[in-house]
């Protein structure tokens, strides 16, 4: 890639390889990067940990070649579109990383989300890094045999008009919210759950169409609220298993659209069925996406262009990839290298 295509703006499409944490399951590895326009797919290497788990990635939305992932070792960082990375200095705990944001109002503020519900925040743009004091109780309950105990931040999410106020989505643990910038936290999944499946949460939104608006998504599918998560309602979605409910692992608010709101996911954790979901009313009401493409897992992985929101891409955990150019109306097939398998995240920057 010419150094005169990345000052133009070129978009580059990374996918993680990772798996779960639990002991006996099988763990993936590896980061690829694909530049918008191209079909082939690169493996980065250069400065990343051995076998890299890559379970999130985060683009700077201001800086271009910016990029940030989460591996088993902590943060790393690039600043050439990965080509080269170097090891973030977080004085962490040695857990895996799940989640990076920056924060919309600020992306000088950063956030990694860890194993065992551990956040760290960053002030300037990752250069110094503490950890903030999670301290909330988590519900008592399980995901089945053999399940994870280990509660994983799988989303952070943070107000465009506030700083101060975030939320977490804890796998398993359910949704946690701050309203200090990080120093105090607190439990947000009271009442919501009879079984296990609601507080098995996969992400977490805050709309910015319609403020106060918080949109949660897990294992049991999708939850609103109107009122910053006192309270908490079922978003009807088509039901995809046995449960009539769906499984939903990634939602993203289109750059610039706010009304727009995709969610991916499928029939269960590990299915032959995978699914994308729509809301152009800013997460009231939602409809199935006719894509044209068959996915032969649950989708994992869900990215738009930041500079050029109607270029989005999405992934399904077996490593099939598509893209879009005109807001998902039509797709295009973009499938990772042969053995490329257990997609665990995605971003496009």
């Given at each position: 890639m010419t150094n005169q295509e990345t000052s133009n703006g070129k978009c580059f499409v990374y996918v993680g390889l990772a798996g779960e944490t639990a002991p006996g399951r099988v763990i993936a590895s590896g980061l690829y990067r694909m530049a918008e326009g191209d079909d082939g797919w690169e493996l980065l290497t250069n400065g990343l940990p051995d076998s890299p788990a890559i379970r999130a990635i985060a683009t700077h939305p201001g800086r271009s070649g910016a990029v940030f992932v989460g591996t088993q070792d902590g943060p790393y960082r690039s600043e050439d579109h990965g080509d080269h990375w170097e090891k973030v200095n977080v004085p962490d705990h040695g857990l895996p990383v799940w989640s990076l944001l920056f924060h919309p109002r600020d992306p000088n503020v950063m956030f990694?989300?860890?194993?065992?519900?551990?956040?760290?925040?960053?002030?300037?743009?990752?250069?110094?890094?503490?950890?903030?004091?999670?301290?909330?109780?988590?519900?008592?309950?399980?995901?089945?045999?053999?399940?994870?105990?280990?509660?994983?931040?799988?989303?952070?999410?943070?107000?465009?008009?506030?700083?101060?106020?975030?939320?977490?989505?804890?796998?398993?643990?359910?949704?946690?919210?701050?309203?200090?910038?990080?120093?105090?936290?607190?439990?947000?999944?009271?009442?919501?759950?009879?079984?296990?499946?609601?507080?098995?949460?996969?992400?977490?939104?805050?709309?910015?169409?319609?403020?106060?608006?918080?949109?949660?998504?897990?294992?049991?599918?999708?939850?609103?609220?109107?009122?910053?998560?006192?309270?908490?309602?079922?978003?009807?979605?088509?039901?995809?298993?046995?449960?009539?409910?769906?499984?939903?692992?990634?939602?993203?608010?289109?750059?610039?659209?706010?009304?727009?709101?995709?969610?991916?996911?499928?029939?269960?954790?590990?299915?032959?069925?995978?699914?994308?979901?729509?809301?152009?009313?800013?997460?009231?009401?939602?409809?199935?996406?006719?894509?044209?493409?068959?996915?032969?897992?649950?989708?994992?992985?869900?990215?738009?262009?930041?500079?050029?929101?109607?270029?989005m891409f999405c992934a399904s955990s077996n490593g099939q990839v598509w893209g879009s150019g005109d807001g998902g109306e039509t797709w295009s097939d973009h499938p990772l290298p042969e053995g490329a398998r257990q997609v665990y995240s995605m971003a496009c920057g």
């Open positions: 990694a989300g860890y194993e065992s519900s551990e956040i760290y925040r960053s002030d300037d743009g990752g250069e110094r890094w503490q950890q903030l004091p999670v301290s909330v109780r988590f519900p008592e309950v399980t995901v089945g045999p053999g399940a994870n105990l280990a509660r994983r931040v799988l989303q952070i999410a943070g107000v465009a008009s506030n700083t101060d106020e975030l939320y977490g989505a804890i796998e398993v643990g359910g949704i946690i919210r701050s309203r200090d910038g990080g120093e105090h936290w607190e439990q947000l999944s009271h009442g919501q759950y009879v079984n296990d499946d609601p507080v098995d949460m996969h992400g977490v939104l805050t709309s910015s169409f319609r403020p106060g608006n918080v949109l949660s998504i897990g294992r049991a599918g999708m939850f609103r609220s109107a009122d910053g998560g006192d309270h908490w309602a079922r978003v009807q979605l088509d039901p995809l298993n046995e449960k009539g409910q769906t499984y939903c692992r990634q939602i993203r608010e289109v750059p610039g659209d706010p009304r727009t709101i995709w969610v991916a996911g499928g029939a269960n954790f590990m299915s032959d069925l995978g699914a994308l979901f729509r809301s152009q009313d800013g997460g009231v009401t939602w409809d199935r996406v006719e894509t044209g493409f068959q996915s032969n897992s649950t989708l994992f992985g869900l990215a738009f262009n930041e500079r050029r929101p109607s270029a």
